[in-house]
């Protein structure tokens, strides 16, 4: 089954940090999740965390727009 799992940091108005995941199959509709932070050091060990459960389940990391 060709799945997909992306993970990224990113700013809101207020200065909050948000974990942003997208996740799915290709080719379909996939969910979406946002974790807020307080602080930008939070969400980095956050986001750290789930990448390595992610690479654990067999995912690969790439660079963006590598595919």
């Given at each position: 089954m060709a799945r997909?799992?992306?993970l990224a940091i990113e700013q809101t108005?207020?200065?909050e940090?948000?974990?942003v995941r997208y996740w799915g199959r290709?080719?379909?509709r996939g969910g979406e999740k946002r974790d807020v932070f307080?602080?930008?050091r939070d969400a980095a060990v956050?986001?750290?965390?789930l990448a390595r459960t992610k690479?654990?389940?067999g995912y690969i990391p790439i660079?963006?727009?590598q595919i």
């Open positions: 997909y799992y992306s108005l207020f200065g940090a948000v974990v290709i080719g379909k307080r602080t930008e956050h986001f750290l965390t690479r654990v389940r660079k963006y727009g």
